[in-house]
């Protein structure tokens, strides 16, 4: 059990535990997680902050295994994420909407800006089993766009079937 007062932030609180004398070991990962900046915290888990803002998020996992592949092909449970002021790096959905729109009205597109969709809110559940994730309630919004998702993510085959609409 850990409470943790200062993380990338924000707060973490919850347990971590490992059944070694279990045949295949068993990992279990219980997080809550309040005021987190998200970016800094998947900058060090993945080397990206991919995406930004301050949020909380939650997680009640499980896996057993004796390699990574094993525990990534087992990997199930529950996990939530709400983040505010934020942005998903790599993509400039409005952008996008604004260029599709002046080309529909015969105007020149803007200029391009940076590669980022800036979001006031985003908010998502997942449920994994057997290392697949399924979401079916992804919601962005922010002034100009709002957006809905569903779909999944092969952890394992690291694979994306991915629904994203954006309003």
């Keep these: 059990d850990q409470r943790v007062g200062s993380f990338?932030?924000?707060?973490?609180?919850?347990?971590?535990?490992?059944?070694?004398?279990?045949?295949?070991?068993?990992?279990?990962?219980?997080?809550?997680?309040?005021?987190?900046?998200?970016?800094?915290?998947?900058?060090d888990l993945i080397g990206e902050d991919v995406i930004?803002?301050?949020?909380?998020?939650?997680?009640?996992?499980?896996?057993?295994?004796?390699?990574?592949?094993?525990?990534?092909?087992?990997?199930?449970?529950?996990?939530?994420?709400?983040?505010?002021?934020?942005?998903?790096e790599g993509f400039d959905l409005e952008q996008f909407i604004r260029r599709a729109q002046a080309r529909l009205d015969g105007r020149p597109a803007p200029p391009r800006g940076p590669e980022r969709t800036r979001f006031d809110d985003l908010r998502a559940t997942a449920q994994i089993d057997d290392g697949i994730l399924t979401n079916r309630d992804l919601l962005i919004t922010s002034d100009y766009v709002r957006a809905s998702g569903s779909g999944s993510v092969d952890i394992v085959e690291e694979r994306l079937d991915y629904r994203f609409e954006p309003r």
């Design 52 to 88: 930004t803002g301050e949020g909380r998020f939650e997680t009640d996992l499980s896996a057993a295994g004796h390699t990574a592949h094993a525990i990534r092909r087992s990997l199930s449970g529950e996990a939530a994420i709400h983040l505010s002021g934020g942005s998903i």
């Design 8 to 43: 990338y932030g924000g707060r973490l609180q919850g347990h971590a535990g490992l059944r070694a004398d279990l045949d295949p070991p068993r990992i279990v990962l219980v997080q809550y997680g309040e005021g987190v900046q998200a970016g800094a915290l998947l900058k």
